[in-house]
Nanobody, 125 residues
Framework: QVQLAESGGGSVQAGGSLRLSCVSSRVIYTSECMGWFRQAPGKEREGIASIYTGDGSTYYPDSVKGRFTISQDDAKRTVYLQMGSLTPEDTAIYYC??????????????????WGQGTRVTVSS
């Protein structure tokens, strides 16, 4: 079992930046991936970033590639999501998640077993 807690959400103007944090209640195993997902009002939850703890490799969909960066601090059991060049379309609740991936990146929700409660990000124009 693992509990995940996100923080860092808030309101920002378009073009601005935010950094989200996700603290884990235990060390993330080297077989696991950490992921960030978001869910906008009336839309499906979508995966936007993943990091494989084993080697630090990352994966992003085209919608955020070049604007968002996922990173990890093993000592702090924390995963970050640095978001830049934000637009109103990035407004959503952002969730972090953890699950075994064995080095194979996937942003399918079914691949993640543990989820945080989410943190809200609002981008105004």
């Amino acid at each position: 079992q693992v509990q995940l807690a996100e923080s860092g959400g808030g309101s920002v103007q378009a073009g601005g930046s935010l950094r989200l944090s996700c603290v884990s209640s235990r060390v993330i195993y080297t077989s696991e991936c950490m992921g960030w997902f978001r869910q906008a009002p009336g839309k499906e939850r979508e995966g936007i970033a993943s990091i494989y703890t084993g080697d630090g490799s990352t994966y992003y969909p085209d919608s955020v590639k070049g604007r968002f960066t996922i990173s990890q601090d093993d000592a702090k059991r924390t995963v970050y999501l640095q978001m830049g060049s934000l637009t109103p379309e990035d407004t959503a609740i952002y969730y972090c998640a953890a699950g075994n991936c064995y080095g194979i990146h996937s942003l399918s929700r079914s691949r993640f077993n543990y989820w945080g409660q989410g943190t809200r990000v609002t981008v105004s124009s």
